[in-house]
Nanobody, 122 residues
Framework: QVQLVESGGGLVQAGGSLRLSCAASGRTVSEYAMGWFRQAPGKEREFVAADILGGGSPYYAAAVKGRFNISRDNAKNTVYLQMNSMKPEDTAVHYC???????????????WGQGTQVTVSS
């Protein structure tokens, strides 16, 4: 099975950018649909973005559409989340996710990373 490790979180000012990375091991990301979720303090974990196994247009939560971009580099076995025009409400632990079929908002994916904290100051 695949193991996922996120990195790239940190503190950023509102309007700034961060790029999260999700490095996979054990299996290759080309075998999985990949995505990102986040969980803010006191809230449930929510879907952020995902791509489609085999290609196709990525899809995003309404709250991040137009600001965030998910991409993958199969040669590096890594998935990225580029976050631009960040807002204080983006503050959350961000989790990488993988599934052998599809990442579906509200549905538990097959695999999770351990999460990386993102904090946006106003």
């Amino acid at each position: 099975q695949v193991q996922l490790v996120e990195s790239g979180g940190g503190l950023v000012q509102a309007g700034g950018s961060l790029r999260l990375s999700c490095a996979a091991s054990g299996r290759t990301v080309s075998e999985y649909a990949m995505g990102w979720f986040r969980q803010a303090p006191g809230k449930e974990r929510e879907f952020v973005a995902a791509d489609i196994l085999g290609g196709g247009s990525p899809y995003y939560a309404a709250a991040v559409k137009g600001r965030f971009n998910i991409s993958r580099d199969n040669a590096k076995n890594t998935v990225y989340l580029q976050m631009n025009s960040m807002k204080p409400e983006d503050t959350a632990v961000h989790y990488c996710a993988a599934d052998t079929k599809m990442i579906v908002p509200g549905v538990e994916p097959g695999y999770w990373g351990q999460g990386t904290q993102v904090t946006v100051s106003s």
